[in-house]
């Protein structure tokens, strides 16, 4: 057993961390660990967090390792932002929080998990804490990619880069870890291409698989402008229902909590000012999340639709392996016939655009609507 065996198809990256464990000289204060999503950042982030607590250098099975890799470790402090970004309030409470010696373990490691959400500002309040760590405090900070990163954090840090991992290694954990059955895992782990918490959820959530199957069916059923506009129209949808089916109930606990917390009166038409205003910043929370979580979800679809366009080129290639939508290959092989190679590069590059845009924060029903004119196929 170890704490890594949960990180999977990251051979390099799990070997420089374990030799900054082992060895004092090969250690350093700020890490940042980049990687695309779902591949397993935040699990490589715990488990050397957990390396670094245990006695053993990560057995993966004494009370440290099992802490840190599950989140509870007195000394390892995880930051995962669920608004926008990260504000410089909360940077500032994380450099003061920094400069505490570790309690239980050998070291204080401060987990970041969305360094790419970090303000410039926010950015700013940590950098002396980075730059100038106490000497048992680790950084450990997450980000898709270096240029994700405010570039002075950057700079400060060293990086270790994660792969995505191959699909059967994904099928494989989705099977150990959490008991599906191998060709479900192999499934999910392919249509959600290699990202392993979307993986989970498709295996498990028949809900999940069928919104993702809507998805894949968009594409080839988009002829006219009407079409193209009833499309955008379900992208959103789809992606509404996700984020809403994940938000009402959560939201309605949290203000259930808050209000007991002020001891205000539940039944009262008004509330005192002092209590409406944390009531109003608790909603303002509330909606930069669901905003987020909507975006993620819509980016997701459209990843979902480009794998169609590219399965239809693989198709054209003549090689016929590999492909994402394994389960959906009569309608890949019917836009491989309808679509040349280069109108299938077009309607790519139309949904690579449209993330952008979303990304830029364009509305998104226009940018899917100027997507999907594009992605419009003769009959
Ligand atoms: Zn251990």
Not at 131 to 149: F, G, N
Not at 183 to 210: F, K, T
Not at 291 to 296: A, K
Request: glycine letters at 6%.
């Amino acid at each position: 057993m170890s704490v890594w065996r949960d990180v999977i198809g990251q051979d390099s990256a799990v070997a420089t961390l374990q030799r900054a464990v082992a060895e004092p000289g090969a250690m350093t204060h700020a890490w940042l660990l980049t990687g695309p999503p779902g591949s397993g950042r935040s699990v490589a982030a715990r488990a050397f967090a957990g390396a670094l607590e245990c006695p053993q250098n990560g057995c993966g099975e004494c009370r440290e390792c099992r802490t840190a890799v599950d989140g509870t470790h007195a000394d390892v402090d995880l930051v995962a932002t669920e608004g926008l970004s990260i504000k410089v309030e909360q940077a500032r409470e994380l450099a003061a929080m920094s400069a505490l010696r570790p309690s239980v373990g050998p070291w204080r490691v401060i987990i970041i998990e969305d360094a790419d959400r970090l303000t410039e500002r926010a950015a700013d309040a940590l950098l002396k804490a980075i730059e100038e760590p106490v000497a048992r405090t680790v950084w450990i900070l997450c980000a898709p990619s270096l240029e994700d990163v405010v570039i002075t954090i950057r700079s400060r840090s060293r990086h270790v880069r994660l792969r995505t991992p191959p699909v059967e290694a994904v099928a494989e954990l989705l099977h150990r870890r959490d008991g599906i059955e191998m060709p479900m895992a192999l499934y999910a782990a392919r249509a959600a291409q290699s990202h392993v918490g979307l993986a989970r959820r498709l295996a498990r959530d028949e809900g999940a698989r069928i919104r993702r199957r809507d998805v894949v069916a968009l594409a080839g059923r988009i002829h006219g402008v009407g079409d193209a506009v009833g499309a955008a129209a379900d992208l959103m949808s789809i992606a509404d229902e996700e984020s809403t089916a994940a938000a009402t109930e959560r939201d309605v606990a949290e203000r259930q909590r808050l209000m007991e917390m002020l001891g205000a009166d539940p039944t009262a038409r008004t509330q005192p000012p002092h209590i409406r205003s944390q009531i109003s910043s608790l909603e303002k929370e509330q909606k930069a999340r669901a905003t987020r979580h909507s975006r993620d979800v819509l980016d997701r679809s459209l990843v979902d639709l480009l794998s169609v366009y590219r399965d239809a080129l693989v198709v054209h290639s003549g090689a016929g392996l590999g492909l994402v939508n394994q389960d959906s290959i009569r309608e890949v092989q019917a836009l491989a016939r309808s679509m040349s190679p280069e109108q299938l590069l077009g309607a790519m590059d139309a949904i690579g655009t449209a993330r952008e845009r979303i990304g830029l924060n364009v509305a998104p029903l226009l940018a899917l609507e100027a997507m999907a004119i594009t992605l419009r196929v003769p009959r």
